[in-house]
């Protein structure tokens, strides 16, 4: 049974006369507003297609590079772990998820893309080249930020320091955003342990080393010491080999992963669900 249009119809939102005015409309605003004048069924639409527009984004980062799209869901699978043996509810959960699945979004850039797919390691101004990415990646999901607050801000503050000597701002202790704080941790740990195509993979015993190494400085220590607590390291391992083992989920990397040279749907990658419904205060 379709939805029945109350008899007042000030209570929806209008879009205005300049088509370009109403895309920028805010969608937040319309959800709200369309669940105060009883309409549920459209409101959650609206957050639906929110969460759609991330869905698509994702995508376009495996596209862009398979073993990207492969290294945000382990980080991701990683950073949800932590953020619950933090305490954080649900809610915060997906605020981290999020940021973790999309820290890297800013690397989908043509400047980028040789870079990216080179086979030795990163020259100086190539390395000043990549650490643009936090602030494009900010910029990619800014349109978002409507529905997703947290998002920007985060995706840009992922590589800040605790000690403030990270980039793009400096962002120093509690002044980086709380998610950022949490995915640092886990893409670090992440880029030790995985195999990237100018280095090996280290042991996950040498990589715990160094992230040790740098609470304090690089990372939140309460964060660090938690993350490096044998219960939530038992919990890591065994989401991540959960994952691994999903039918139909390989992990890609190395030369084989330029997209112009794949064809096809692929279930290659590691997926990690959307939530579809709804998540009040989300």
């Known amino acids: 049974m379709s939805e029945r249009l109350p008899a007042d119809d000030s209570a929806i ?5 300049d088509p370009e005015a109403a895309v920028e409309q805010d969608p937040a605003a319309v959800a709200e507003t369309l ?4 309409h549920e069924g459209a409101a959650h639409l609206v ?16 596209a862009n590079d398979p073993e990207t799209g492969a290294h945000v869901r382990r980080v991701a699978i990683t950073s949800v772990v932590l953020a619950r043996a933090a305490d954080q509810g649900e809610v ?5 998820e999020r940021v973790a699945l999309f820290h890297d979004i800013g690397k989908i850039n043509g400047a980028l893309f040789d870079v990216m797919r080179g086979t030795v390691g990163l020259t100086r101004s190539e390395r000043r080249l990549i650490a643009t990415h936090a602030d494009r990646g900010a910029e ?4 978002l930020a409507s529905f997703y607050p ?39 740990f992440d ?8 280095k090996a993979p280290l042991p996950t015993g040498r990589a715990d080393e160094l992230i040790a190494a740098g609470a304090g400085t690089q990372f939140n220590p309460d964060l660090t010491d938690l993350f490096l607590s044998p219960p ?6 065994a989401a991540q080999a959960a994952q691994s083992a999903r039918p139909g989920v390989r992990q890609r990397g190395g030369a084989r992963s330029d997209p112009r040279k794949q064809a096809g749907p692929r279930r290659d990658t590691p997926e990690i669900a959307f939530r579809w419904r709804a998540t009040k205060g989300d």
């Open 191 to 198: 880029a030790l342990t995985h195999r990237r195509r100018y």
């Open 232 to 237: 939530v390291q038992e919990e890591i391992a």
């Open 35 to 38: 669940r105060r004048s009883g």
């Open 150 to 188: 947290e998002l920007p801000a985060a995706v840009r503050a992922h590589h800040e320091w605790w000690n403030g000597k990270g980039y793009p701002r400096g962002l120093r202790g509690t002044a980086i955003p709380f998610e950022a704080r949490i995915v640092a941790i886990a893409d670090v």
């Open 47 to 62: 957050a639906r297609l929110a969460a759609a527009a991330l869905e698509s984004l994702l995508h376009a980062i495996d």
């Open 92 to 96: 915060r959960q997906h605020r981290v």
């Open 140 to 143: 990619v999901v800014a349109p």
């Open 13 to 17: 939102p209008v879009p205005p006369d």
